[in-house]
């Protein structure tokens, strides 16, 4: 692969990889592992089993390879197929998806805690961690691939596999409730001090 290969970005990358740059598919790899492990974590609360899923999910394309074809946005391809196999693989061990589902699509903060330093910001923190518990599982899960994984609502609707404008309904209303119950935290807050 010619110029830099770091900094090729995951589209670029695919198509190295399909045209039979084996560094290209590691850098893939090693580029989407981790949002791949943590929103499979989060959807399976089960590590081990998003672990195969993903190695899984990275030798059939590996063996697949000359047969890929070309698409426009490589992680959102990524996470539904994630998604799929982990949903396939549930279902294949018995778990209800809606348990799953329900009780293991949490946002997490960790990263966020250890850079705050004061209890104002920790307090915010915990308001908005409240506030999140009160969307629902589908809420949540739409904030964390909007936010976190910087996809856009035709991204959203493929992984998810419902209609975009059902996406940019669920995105409204979970950012509408945020809103309207970190409010009427921060003014609880202000009257209580």
């Known amino acids: 692969m010619k110029g830099n290969p770091t900094k090729l970005d995951e589209n670029k990358l695919w198509e190295h990889f399909k045209n039979g740059d084996d560094t290209a598919f590691l850098q893939l790899y090693q580029a989407i592992y981790q949002s791949l492990f943590a929103y499979g974590v989060k959807l399976s609360n089960n590590k081990e089993l998003t672990k195969d899923a993903i190695q899984d999910i990275f030798m059939d394309l590996w063996e697949k390879r000359h047969k890929i074809v070309s698409v426009k946005k490589v992680k959102s391809y990524l ?8 949903m396939k693989d549930l279902v294949d061990k018995k778990i209800d998806l809606d348990k799953v589902s329900d009780q293991h699509f949490e946002l997490s903060f960790s990263q966020e805690k250890t850079i705050i330093e004061n209890e104002i910001k920790l307090e915010l923190t915990e ?10 599982p589908r809420q949540r899960e739409i904030i964390h691939l909007k936010f976190y994984e910087k996809m856009d609502y035709a991204e959203l609707a493929e992984v998810l596999q419902i209609k975009q404008q059902s996406v940019v309904n669920l995105s409204y ?10 409010i009427s935290l921060v003014i609880a807050a202000f009257f209580f001090i």
């Open 79 to 86: 996470f539904t197929y994630l998604r799929r196999k982990l």
């Open 127 to 136: 308001n908005l961690q409240k506030a999140l518990k009160k969307l629902t």
């Open 173 to 182: 209303e979970a950012i509408k409730l945020l809103r309207a119950i970190l």
